[in-house]
């Protein structure tokens, strides 16, 4: 059984960081696409960033430079790094993992989210 279990959300003044986990059971993260999602009040949810098997890298352009998405295979964890936080920025973030080795297409797997708050 696949289960996604994000931890590291929380509030934070604008400008500050905050270092948002993904454990995986149940997929092996190394031949897994993963990915983040968000989704803020009253809005659709949508894609932060991904990496794929190779470990290549893809971002939002609202995060791109400020968000750094990584994979511990060892650990079987996903991370997402965020500084240079905005209140815009706020949103519950999603885990995802895609049974494949690449990120095109849809996502099968989701965790059940970790709330982020940004403060201006």
């Known amino acids: 059984q696949v289960q996604l279990v994000e931890s590291g959300g929380g509030s934070v003044q604008a400008g500050g960081s905050l270092r948002l986990s993904c454990a995986a059971s149940?997929?092996?993260?190394?031949?897994?696409?993963m990915g983040w999602f968000r989704q803020a009040p009253g809005k659709e949810r949508e894609w932060v960033a991904n990496?794929?098997?190779?470990?290549?890298?893809m971002y939002a352009d609202s995060v791109k430079g400020r968000f750094t998405i990584s994979k511990d295979n060892a650990k079987n964890t996903l991370h997402l790094q965020m500084n240079s936080l905005k209140p815009e920025d706020t949103a519950v973030y999603y885990c995802?993992?895609?049974?494949?080795?690449?990120?095109?297409?849809?996502?099968?797997?989701w965790g059940q989210g970790t709330q982020v708050t940004v403060s201006s």
């Open positions: 995802a993992a895609r049974s494949d080795y690449y990120c095109q297409g849809e996502y099968t797997y």
């Open positions: 149940g997929v092996t993260s190394r031949w897994y696409c």
């Open positions: 990496i794929d098997g190779d470990g290549r890298t």
